[in-house]
Nanobody, 124 residues
Framework: QVRLVESGGGSVQAGGSLRLSCAGSGIDTRNYCLGWFRQAPGKEREGVAVITADSRSTYADSVKGRFAISKDNAENTLYLQMNSLKPEDTAVYYC??????????????????RGQGTQVTVSS
């Protein structure tokens, strides 16, 4: 059974940083497309970043240059380092995994394997 558990969310001021973690069980991160998506109240789900099984990463334009996705295959853990945070980054952040199909920020936001989410709040 696949289980993904996020941690590391919180409240920061604009310009600050947070690092999200996602611990996976029931999957081998070496063989999955992994990623993060977010959803703010009243807004559509938005794919943020993905990392392929062979560690190639792709980012949404809204976070490019500020966020960095990485993974530790030995620990089966996914990370999202978020720097220069803006109020518009406020959302619930979810990690997701998919075994087959395209590894894109759009696709990962529709993955059936996802965590319960962690709240990120950025104040101005």
């Amino acid at each position: 059974q696949v289980r993904l558990v996020e941690s590391g969310g919180g409240s920061v001021q604009a310009g600050g940083s947070l690092r999200l973690s996602c611990a996976g069980s029931g999957i081998d991160t070496r063989n999955y497309c992994l990623g993060w998506f977010r959803q703010a109240p009243g807004k559509e789900r938005e794919g943020v970043a993905v990392i392929t099984a062979d560690s190639r990463s792709t980012y949404a334009d809204s976070v490019k240059g500020r966020f960095a996705i990485s993974k530790d295959n030995a620990e089966n853990t996914l990370y999202l380092q978020m720097n220069s945070l803006k109020p518009e980054d406020t959302a619930v952040y979810y990690c997701a995994a998919r075994r087959w199909g395209p590894c894109t920020v759009v696709a990962v936001s529709r993955s059936s394997y996802r965590g319960q989410g962690t709240q990120v709040t950025v104040s101005s």
